[in-house]
């Protein structure tokens, strides 16, 4: 073999085994829906989930680029490979079906929002009040099925009336208005919405949820998805 042809022909057999974790940069998608808890700028992740988020990442060997875009579109994104790694996101049964999660990254509160006055706070008296009230949430985000699943209701079952809204103080004030009877919301947006939205509402505690984020079908192909996968569990962090 010539000196070209000692060059060449393993540089043919890099492309050829070298996919798109080889040359390319990966795509990571950050929700907008999340308020401060987690935002990129000035290539640095930023709010209180930056350290465990910023943990995993950092164990990467490849480059990447960061979008941030409303949730509903991430997740359509996610689905249709558009991007690599979409975050953060509550790990739930329907998102996987079209990609891969992560381990549990943050566990996270989430607060029932409940325009009833009734001092029993009791999961059977908060579902009749969603049956004949009904409920409202924040699209693309999830609060539907923790919603449901708090007050055991079947996903699948007929409720009287649903809202979905655009944001997250758009749900409270439907509470607050007496438009629908429940909403939730996680507590890190909670915080972030001025208290006179909550006149006349009652806060309900609900068990801490699991956070982590999604690997599109793609890319949970690569070694990059190892890495992630092993990160997610050493990162981890519970608040």
């Excluded at 079209?98 to 381990?103: E, P, V």
Aim: glycine fraction near 6%; charged fraction near 20%; include cysteine.
């Amino acid at each position: 073999m010539d000196l070209k042809g000692f060059i060449t022909a393993p540089l043919i057999l890099l492309v050829l085994f070298c996919s798109h974790p080889c040359f390319a940069k990966i795509t990571i998608g950050v929700s907008s829906e999340n308020g401060e808890s987690l935002k990129y700028s000035r290539k640095h992740f930023h709010g209180e989930l930056k350290s465990a988020y910023s943990c995993v990442i950092n164990h990467l060997d490849t480059d990447y680029d960061v979008i941030t875009v409303p949730q509903a579109r991430l997740i359509k994104m996610l689905q249709n490979n558009e991007v690599d790694i979409a975050m953060p996101l509550l790990l739930l049964p329907q998102r996987d079906l079209f990609a891969t999660r992560s381990a549990t990254i943050y566990q996270v509160g989430y607060e029932l929002i409940s325009h009833s006055t009734n001092p029993d706070l009791s999961i059977e008296n908060l579902r009749r009040q969603a049956n004949l009230n009904g409920i409202v949430y924040k699209r693309g985000t999830g609060a539907r099925t923790l919603m449901l699943k708090y007050l055991g209701i079947d996903k699948n079952e007929s409720i009287s009336h649903e809202h979905q809204v655009s944001t997250w103080q758009q749900a409270v004030d439907f509470v607050a208005k007496n438009r629908a009877g429940i909403t939730a919301l996680p507590a890190v947006i909670a915080k972030d919405i001025e208290p006179h939205h909550f006149n006349g509402i009652t806060r309900i505690k609900m068990p801490d949820h699991q956070l982590g984020l999604y690997m599109s079908s793609h890319f949970a192909k690569s070694a990059g998805a190892t890495a992630i996968n092993d990160a997610s569990k050493t990162c981890k962090e519970v608040r």
